[in-house]
């Protein structure tokens, strides 16, 4: 019998997409999944797929593993956690050397780190593969993260950059990361940037909620109009799509969907991430804590029950809004994109991982949930200059900004005025304003670590580095706290 030439273990919505796209093809693929006490969900898949085409299905994992050409290329589609820990425990003793396991969940990228060394240790390699884009994406092509045991990369490179979404000029949204967990840390910043996006295009739902009473498909006649232009994304596409959809009876099913949000953590860990690097990551860190705030309904009733304010009024003409809006959105987005990009860049240095930010910006341009039109600018300007610090320096970015900024102000002017949220809009303008500020007022939270705690401050008639204490009360002493890290 002829060996699978990949074999896929898991065969939920993504582990079943991909194991068709995989067939597809043209590759021969033996599928797994652990047995139910009360159905076959191998069963189901082979009745469903596996008539006249390139399946085999398993319940044992042993036969399983043992229908895989060498070295065998298995693809892990569970649930991430301690589910992954235990497939890896229950396959590693029926592995050889050299055999290649791929995780294509969203596991947290330091359990990559420690997988890749542990299957190492063990004669095989391990790679941590994000794979965005959902269901439509595992079917007929996603973008596809991968990183780990670089050695293992030339013999899966053909299999995933096929089944991989082809971006406009043709080329595969699949391109190596790096070592260690760099495809989960980059899969990981993807989401975070997904959170951001899909808040920032919330916060413009609500101010044209507000403003427009042509109601939902007046709004998405804007979102298909915005559609066409700089903002051109999967996201802004899919927005309008669910404006416009109506339930069994005829209503807009968007007013019905309680305003509380779920999440699964990839936001949260881009957040802590930023933390641990030292940088800001205020639009993803906004959009996990309004997911939070959303979901603590019964105390926002409460307080708007205590804090009555009046309905917002937008008195402006709708082209005017239409262009503020536009305006905050993509200059938010630039903000957003913005700093992942430099959490990125940090990563990269800090984990020595080397990541090419233009080949990720390249690879997000198809297939996965954050695919948008800035991806192109950004990729060229990563190509001409691969380690800018920040892409507010580079002149193209500078010149969106420059052309939205006045309607970006005019509607935080407006949104505070009528008191509507729009946290993300505003920290992205005051991200904005900090960042181009030579002088910010740290100079004061210095001087008051020292007053209190003796934690010493440069000076700015002095060279950097030498730190200075003051005996601010003429109580003190010499006594300081040690050098402090900016
Ligand atoms: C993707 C998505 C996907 C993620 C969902 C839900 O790239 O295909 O990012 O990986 O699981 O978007 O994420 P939350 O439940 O955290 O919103």
Redesign the pocket.
């Known amino acids: 019998m002829k060996k699978s030439d990949i074999g896929v273990i898991g065969l939920a919505v993504m582990g079943e997409g991909l194991a068709l796209n995989l067939e597809d093809k043209g590759y021969h693929v033996s599928v797994y999944n652990r047995p139910h006490p009360s159905h076959s969900v191998v069963q189901h898949f082979m009745q469903e797929y596996g008539k006249g085409r390139r399946f085999e299905g398993f319940e044992d994992l042993k036969a399983f593993v043992q229908s895989l050409e060498r070295p065998r290329k298995i693809l892990m589609m569970v649930k991430a956690g301690t589910a992954v820990d235990q497939v890896i425990e229950q396959l590693l003793p029926l592995l050889e050397s050299g055999d290649i396991l791929i995780d294509g969940g ?1 596991s947290n990228f330091e359990d990559t780190e420690r997988r890749v060394q542990y299957v190492e240790s063990k004669g095989c390699y391990y790679i941590g593969a ?5 269901q439509e ?1 595992a079917l007929h092509g ?2 596809i993260m991968p990183g780990g045991s670089g050695k293992a990369w030339p013999q899966v490179r053909e299999i995933l950059q096929r089944i991989a979404a082809k971006a406009e000029d043709g080329s595969p949204c699949c391109e190596w990361i790096g070592g260690g967990g760099a495809g989960h840390f980059v ?1 990981m910043v ?2 975070g940037i ?2 951001a996006d ?1 808040e920032l295009i919330a916060e413009a739902y609500f101010v044209m909620k507000q403003t427009l009473n042509t109601g939902n498909p007046g709004i998405a006649t804007w979102f298909e109009e915005w559609n066409k232009g700089k903002l051109k994304s999967y996201l802004i596409e899919i927005t309008a799509d669910i404006l416009r959809h109506k339930d069994t009876e005829g209503n807009f099913l968007i007013d019905k969907i309680l305003d509380v ?7 949260r860990w881009s957040v802590i991430q930023a933390m641990e690097l030292g940088i800001p990551l205020n639009l993803i860190a906004t959009a996990v804590f309004q ?1 939070d705030l959303s979901s603590h309904k019964d105390l926002r009733i409460t307080a708007a029950r205590k804090y009555k304010t009046d309905a917002p009024v937008f008195t402006h003409k709708p082209e005017i809004m239409y262009q503020e809006i536009h305006d905050s959105l993509y200059a938010s987005k630039i903000i957003s994109y913005t700093q992942g990009f430099a959490l990125m860049q940090q990563a990269s240095e800090h984990f020595h991982w080397e990541l090419n930010l233009a080949a990720i910006a390249r690879i997000w341009r198809a297939g ?3 695919r948008a039109a800035l991806l192109t600018p950004i990729a060229e300007i990563f190509d001409s200059t691969p380690h800018l610090e920040n892409l507010l320096l580079s002149s193209w970015f500078r010149e969106q900004i420059r052309e939205v900024l006045p309607n970006w102000k005019a509607l935080l002017i407006k949104t505070t005025r009528e008191n509507t949220a729009v946290p993300a809009f505003a920290a992205a303008l005051n991200y904005f304003y900090s960042l181009t500020t030579q002088t910010l007022p740290a100079n004061l939270i210095q001087a008051q670590r020292d007053y209190f705690g003796a934690h010493t401050f440069e000076r700015t008639d002095r060279p950097r580095n030498e730190f200075f204490h003051e005996d601010w009360t003429g109580e003190g002493n010499d006594t300081h706290a040690g050098i402090y890290n900016a």
Do not use: D, F, L, P
């Not at 994000?130 to 959902?134: A, Q």
């Not at 949000?261 to 936001?267: I, L």
């Open positions: 969203n994000g794979v965005s884009g959902g994406g996603a973008s899969k993807h989401n997904e959170y899909m949000a779920g999440q699964k953590g990839t936001g997911r996965c949930i954050i």
